[in-house]
């Protein structure tokens, strides 16, 4: 689906990098995830930069990557904790814009992908798309309720469409194409964040081991502090590659079940990354007024939205069948 | 580099598996003395075919090409579950290092006899006294008119019992600091003073040796580099079989899983192993953690290409220990009641070869420098944490 050079992804990459080090940067992290629900000036940054239409054909005035690049541009999201409905405005909404007016590139999108699904930030959605069972359409008058959450960076909602209207943009089987296209990029965007979150977390805990002193050395120099740290960095390159095999699948004929099973697998690795460095840190790191803990719910809500039945152990049943 | 003097070797894939799934020996016997002479026949089958020579340069017996083609070669290997071939220890660790640091004399005489298994190398690192702590080690190379006169005691000596020559780190200045005093010397295994003692492993075989050096002259032209040189080489040596280590095995474990998968189904059918989802979610997660090494792996292939690959390596010799013990673990449980007999109680269930292979993994964390070492390499030299 990419016809985009080998080192497009490295240019999105590097692009990404500066444009969140600039309006999404880590430091003063927590202040700018309670001040607003959606990281503004990286949401600007970003339409501007064109990433909402990564995905979107030439036609739309897309940019027509593919997964290494979205793969790309989700690590550094993940990296930055930079806030708002990251996923579907990228993913659905720029799938979409092929086949339908979305309204201008700064409009936030969620995407109901079935009944009853948990929408983030769809309490402030301009647009809410809608999977329907023949169709995909643009929802008007449904109700967005926000679920509490202890994940700093994502603002959850129950959708409820009674009374709602929903006009379809893509139907039949066009529609199939699109919502399976959607679902298999979301997590490839996924991935990429778990592995900029993982990765982020082993840059603080490297940092944090180098400064913090006890019993007259920094506690990096310890063993059992390296040990810890370098396991991490094992981890961290464990999901890094599991996000590389999601892409290769993303972009080959790769089943959802085998991609759903690394999902869960690159999840569960990030998780222990995160934790890890929760121990590196110590106190410090469960208190509220350190961010890690933001990027530990961040890790913990990403996994719990694999959490539709149980990838490995269903594709482990698979192999089994033969 | 030297010019490729033939097709290469990633344009004859198809090629090449044609051939191995034609010559590949599918009925080595078990028995290491029996099984041994085999090997040397298969590696000089590889050679006289013109696989085994790329990567090699031309004018030393080899086809030429580039560093990947020792890799792609032992990738299709593990794929096609053919042999490592006998000199595996002078192809991978001392045929590389002649080929960077020895002269051109050196090359000339023993890169030929290396590649075509004629001579087959051992490598003499490890001490009784010296494992990790490899910097210490304690085998002496005194200065003599001619040479040195090397004295001391070697341990895991892969297949010292069948080797002719042995590439000995041996320290020659006791005078300066311990990494600076070491040198690379190879020794003629049919010296005077040379012994090997077969020493078995957990798993019932003998790859390896004590090897003994009681007054053996080395002539000056055996020594590899500069005197001094031997501890520069040997963490070169280490550095670059890491990087062909990952990739090889990242294969091999993935063709061990489908012989599991396989086992798994007979036993089920059997009616002695439950279909569970324990045992689905085991079988999912190492098929997952497979494919993620997979990926590394193809990450890795880029970077022995630019030969850019550092202390990084020792990430992914700890990603693919981690995967291989996993994988073999889950081959050794489901055999249930079986486990650790070497008795079939289902026919085809190859307790004996799960066994092994399971007691095996658990060297992998040991050996190529231990769990441990690689995690001090990776949190001092990959993430620059302060030394202690």
Known sequence: ?322 | MAATAVKPLADRLDELRDWLARETPRDLPYDLDARFPRLVEWQRKLYDAGWLGYGWPAEFGGNGGGPTDKVILSVELARAAAPVPAGTIGLEVIGPTLTRFGTDAQRRRFLPPMLRGDEIWSQGFSEPEAGSDLASLRTRAEKVEGGYIVSGRKTWTSWGQFARWCGVLARTDPDVPKHKGISLLMVDMESEGAQTFPLVQMTGDAEFTETLFERVFVPDENVVGQPGDGWNLALDILAHERGPLVVRRQVEIAVGFEGIVENARRLVAAGVLADDARLRERVGRAWAQLRMLEAYAAGLMGHLVHGDLGPEASIGKRLVTEVEQAVFELGFDILGASRGLAEDAVPGMNADKWTRDYLYSRAASIYGGAAEIQRGIIAQRVLGLPRA
């Open chain 1, 1 to 322: 689906m990419s016809a985009a050079a080998p080192d497009y992804a490295q240019e999105i990459q590097r692009s990404a990098r500066e444009i969140l080090a600039r309006t999404a940067s880590t430091e003063g992290l927590l202040e700018r995830l309670r001040a607003e629900d959606v990281s503004r000036g990286a949401w600007d940054a970003a339409a501007q930069a064109g990433w909402f239409r990564l995905l979107s054909g030439e036609a739309a005035g897309g940019l027509g990557a593919g997964p290494a690049e979205l793969a790309a541009l989700f690590r550094e999201i993940g990296r930055h904790l930079a806030a708002g409905p990251w996923v579907d405005t990228v993913v659905a909404a720029g799938l979409l814009r092929d086949h339908a007016d979305l309204g201008p590139d700064t409009a936030l999108i969620g995407y109901l992908p079935e009944p009853g699904a948990v929408v983030e930030f769809a309490a402030v959605a301009d647009v809410l798309v809608v999977r329907g069972p023949d169709s995909i359409g643009l929802a008007r008058g449904a109700l967005a309720m926000p679920l509490k959450s202890f994940d700093l960076a994502g603002r959850p909602a129950q959708v409820d469409l009674t009374g709602a209207t929903v006009e379809a943009v893509v139907e039949g089987a066009e529609a199939e194409r699109v919502a399976v296209a959607i679902a298999r990029l979301a997590r490839v965007a996924r991935s990429g964040e778990l592995a900029g979150l993982a990765a982020a977390a082993l840059d603080m805990s490297v940092r944090y081991a180098g400064e913090r002193v006890q019993f007259d050395r920094p506690i990096g120099a310890f063993q059992a502090v390296q040990h810890r740290i370098a396991e991490m960095a094992v981890t961290r390159t464990a999901v890094d590659s599991a996000l590389a095999a999601i892409v290769t699948l993303a972009a080959s004929e790769g089943t959802d079940a085998e991609q759903a099973a690394l999902y869960e697998y690159a999840a569960g690795e990030a998780r222990t990354v995160v934790l890890s460095a929760l121990q590196v840190h110590g106190g410090i790191g469960f208190s509220a007024e350190h961010p890690l803990h933001a990027y530990i719910k961040r890790v913990l809500r990403l996994q719990a939205v694999a959490g539709e039945g149980e990838p490995l152990l269903d594709l482990g049943g698979r192999l089994l069948a033969g």
